[in-house]
């Protein structure tokens, strides 16, 4: 019932920007954190950034200060906003969220988005 849409993905140049957005829809009560993880190419997955419902970010290292996460708890949608992409970035991003429902709290994912950086 739960469902987390993604979208935003792309290709873009070394430099260029993308922003993704992942909704979450279905019955549930409400959503703590919310998250990006990542994926390159023959690698494990990876968190990019997350977020709190109270606004406290948390990025890995290498992604601070070129990678910023927001979030609307009206909508249920959490974004990544991605500058100066390098190729390495290049991967599937996948949304996260904890999300509360009657029975307790699961973490659910969305489906990916692609996000190639190439020249």
């Known amino acids: 019932q739960v469902q987390l849409v993604e979208s935003g993905g792309g290709l873009v140049q070394p430099g260029g920007s993308l922003r993704l957005s992942c909704a979450a829809s279905?019955?549930?009560?409400?959503?703590?954190?919310m998250g990006w993880y990542r994926q390159a190419p023959g690698k494990q997955r990876e968190l990019a950034a997350t977020i709190t419902t109270g606004g406290t970010t948390n990025y890995a290292d290498s992604l601070k200060g070129r990678f910023t996460i927001t979030r609307d708890n009206a909508k249920n949608t959490v974004y990544l906003q991605m500058n100066s992409l390098k190729p390495e970035d290049t991967g599937v991003y996948y949304c996260n969220a904890r999300i509360f429902r009657l029975g307790g709290s699961s973490d659910y994912w969305g489906q990916g988005t692609q996000v190639t950086v190439s020249s």
């Open positions: 279905g019955y549930f009560f409400s959503i703590s954190t």
